[in-house]
């Protein structure tokens, strides 16, 4: 069953999505090569503190920290280290706030200072792939055209889509139905309805999808050491078309 959220719900998902996008604008600030995602950890702890939210990934499922820190091909659920981002890296910084219980979710690609133009393409398709997603999630198409459309643009610029890691339902559980997958057939999956509330967010390789995760259990890295960026809004289904709740 997917839940149908009211008005009230909403807005309350979008006051932790506005700060989650407030977070993020301030993290963009911050990133540059000698930068630690560790201070980035402790920053997005005191943020939240300082503004009546919760980090709502720490302690999920064991997870030990407010934020993932994905760096070069690190797909997700990177740890944030000690270890300065060097010029031309390519980060990922995931975080979930809840106020009230409920909750938004978004993660962001970040250039560390100047980066190669394979990069950039990288990231650029992206956040396209997101918004070509996002277009799509409207009352009355299927979940399946949201991902379609996301693999169909991906895939045609060259790159591989991630399968092992997908959007969902969000309120105030983080995971909630429905899956949304990145990639597969039109017209099938779900009916969308005004009220609905989840997540898209695209992981893109340079090279294959496959992914593997490391010994600490959380730390999944592309299979062929490519690149991967990815880009996580939270979105309602609404009577006026998506809303992103999560915009910066
Ligand atoms: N924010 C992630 C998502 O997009 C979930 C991270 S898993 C956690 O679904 F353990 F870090 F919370
Ligand atoms: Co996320």
Known sequence: ????????????MKQAGELIAACHRE????????TTTWEIEEFVEAFTKQH????????????????????????????PRKEPLKEGDLVKIDMVFSVDGW??????????????????????????????????????NRLGDVSNAIQKFAEGK???????FIGHGIGQKM??????????PAGRGPLLKEGMVFTIEP???TGSHEA?????????????????AQYEHTIAITANGPLILTQQ
Not at 175 to 184: A, D, I, K, N, S
């Open 1 to 12: 069953m997917i839940a149908i959220k009211t008005p009230e719900q909403i807005a309350k």
């Open 103 to 140: 909750m938004a979710d978004s993660a962001w690609s970040y250039a560390v200072g100047k980066v190669s133009g394979e990069v950039k393409r990288l990231m650029e398709t992206t956040e396209q792939a997101l918004m070509i997603g996002i277009q799509k999630a409207v009352a009355g």
């Open 52 to 79: 009546g939210a919760i980090p709502e990934q720490k302690g999920y499922y064991g997870y030990p920290y407010a934020t993932c820190a994905s760096v070069n091909d690190v797909i997700c659920h990177g740890f």
């Open 158 to 164: 060259g790159y591989s889509v991630v399968r092992q």
């Open 203 to 205: 992981m893109l390789n």
């Open 175 to 184: 995971h909630e139905e429905p899956q949304v997958p990145h990639y597969g």
């Open 212 to 228: 593997f995760i490391e010994d600490d259990g959380w730390t999944a890295r592309t299979i062929d050491g490519g690149l991967s």
């Open 27 to 34: 993290i963009a600030k911050k990133i540059k090569p000698g």
